[in-house]
């Protein structure tokens, strides 16, 4: 008896030390972000609303119905007068980029945000394990992530993945990676740059639905500083609670919704369809599916069961009805479950779309349209200038959990959860502007200044103003 009763304490024992090393693992495969840098070009990319005028006049292949549809899109586009645009456009030549003009751009960019992010986490280049480079439209060789570790000199053995034509949703793709390395390595710093080069990507054709990417994009880029160190947890920003993917390139409407291709005149642009709105909302909505029970509680998962059997009994007792048109809001209260919502920045109908989806208030939406008036759409990494902005508004606390949901070519919907580790305040590339948002109105002054071209009907008989001579 006493040798079983000594078996079945050593078992117990084994037991307990196997679930004890199981959640010892556990706590080496998180995902924290200790930093991150957005990039805020100089002052002298700044677009106006005269040079952005003087840059649609001289593009000679648009006629009197472009310029009425561009001054349509972009007094509806929800962006302001301070974005950033690249170099070239202001040099004049955005119409024949070199490859020189699209490594510079990058260069700009990696040369400010990863030698102010690594300076202010007092992170050696030398200590990087992971460096994950995501920039959709421009495949340099050597690799811009290889022009990255020759100039900060990173080890031999640094692990190394470059994305492209990832699109809008790339920040989470390669954090997604990151992720993925961190369950099977322990002690690991990763740098996550994620930026977009728009230098050698002016279209400059006439086709509608691809002068509309000329005027949503802008400048802009992100470095990301991520470990699963358990010794760093004190200087933890933030904490990976979940990831989740949904790609529907096997649908031919979702793949070719959104793609880069030649126009007829074999002028290269990116095509923006009419069946975007239709691919989101259907990505979206496949997201959320597999998303929602991992982020939201129990109670509120119960509640949308039972009115949802509630609503099948009375279809059931009822003669069926047509659904209304419009953007339909989702049965699940998402507040339940977050605090913040991160949103890609790809206009304002972008963001209406999802808070109305999500029932969302004005203040939820507030840093992603204050984003978008500000910065404009970044592509990848407009998320973390959403980010910045709540920091910068002193909004994300200790313990808050921060929904974050991109869209991208392919088509692509990826979300994730942040819980935020604690208070935090720094202004990042908002210092300077932070206390004049929200602003007044968000209305740009382009149908002012240019509002006239509606009252054109003669293409050949055109009084241009004199800033526009």
Same mark, same amino acid.
Do not use: Q
């Given at each position: 008896m006493e040798f079983l009763s000594f078996l079945y304490v050593v078992l117990a024992l084994y037991f307990l030390f196997l679930i004890w090393r199981l959640f010892d693992q556990r706590r080496d495969q998180e995902c924290y972000i200790l930093d991150y840098q957005c990039y805020k070009p100089t002052d002298d990319r700044m677009l106006g609303t005269e040079f952005c005028g003087k840059i649609i006049r001289r593009t000679e292949n648009l006629g009197l119905n472009e310029y009425k549809f561009l001054l349509k899109a972009i007094v509806s586009s929800g962006i302001g007068e301070q974005t950033?645009?690249?170099?070239n456009i202001f040099e004049g030549h955005e119409a024949s980029p070199t490859l020189d003009d699209g490594v510079s751009e990058m260069d700009e960019f990696f040369n400010d945000s990863i030698e102010k992010l690594l300076a202010r986490s007092a992170i050696s280049p030398s200590e990087i394990d992971v460096l994950v480079v995501n920039i959709s439209m !421009?495949?340099?060789?050597?690799?811009?992530?290889?022009?990255?570790?020759? #100039?900060?000199?990173?080890?031999?053995?640094i692990k190394v993945y470059n994305l492209t034509g990832m699109g809008c949703s790339a920040s989470l793709i390669s954090l997604d990676i990151i992720k993925n390395i961190f369950k099977s390595q322990r002690n690991k710093f990763a740098l996550l740059v994620t930026s977009e080069s728009l230098s050698p990507n002016w279209y400059s054709g006439n086709d509608r639905s691809m002068i509309l990417a000329n005027c949503l994009f802008r400048s802009g880029g992100c470095v990301i500083l991520l470990t699963n160190k358990r010794s760093l947890t004190h200087r933890a920003m933030l904490r990976l609670k979940c990831l989740v993917r949904t790609h529907h390139g096997a649908r031919e409407e979702a793949y070719s919704c959104c793609i880069q291709k030649e126009d007829e005149q074999g002028r290269v642009g990116f095509h923006l369809g009419k069946t975007l709105p239709k691919a989101a909302t259907r990505a979206f909505v496949d997201n959320l599916r597999v998303i929602s029970p991992k982020i939201l509680p129990t109670r509120e998962l119960l509640r949308f069961l039972v009115v949802s059997l509630i609503k099948k009994l009375r279809i059931r007792g009822s003669a069926p009805k047509l659904a209304s048109g419009g953007t339909t809001k989702s049965p699940l209260n998402f507040k339940t479950g977050v605090d913040h919502f991160c949103l890609h920045t790809g206009g304002k109908a972008v963001i209406d779309g999802i808070g109305m989806s999500l029932d969302l208030s004005e203040h939820d939406l507030e840093p992603?349209?204050?984003?978008?008036?500000?910065?404009?759409?970044?592509?990848?990494?407009? !998320?973390?200038?959403?980010?910045?902005?709540?920091?910068?508004?002193? #909004?994300?606390?200790?313990?808050?959990?921060?929904?974050?949901?991109?869209?991208?070519?392919?088509?692509?919907?990826?979300?994730?959860l942040w819980e935020v580790m604690r208070d935090l305040g720094d202004a990042n590339v908002w210092g300077d502007c932070i206390a004049d948002y929200p602003p007044e109105t968000l209305a740009n002054p382009f149908m002012e200044k240019y509002g006239w071209i509606n009252d054109v009907e003669d293409p050949n008989n055109i009084e241009l103003p004199d800033f526009l001579k």
């Open positions: 950033y645009a690249p170099r !421009l495949a340099a060789v050597p690799s811009l992530s290889s022009r990255i570790i020759n #100039r900060y000199k990173m080890r031999d053995d992603a349209r204050m984003t978008l008036h500000r910065f404009g759409n970044t592509s990848a990494s407009s !998320l973390w200038y959403v980010l910045g902005y709540m920091e910068a508004k002193k #909004r994300l606390k200790k313990g808050d959990r921060v929904f974050m949901i991109s869209f991208g070519a392919g088509f692509k919907c990826n979300s994730c």
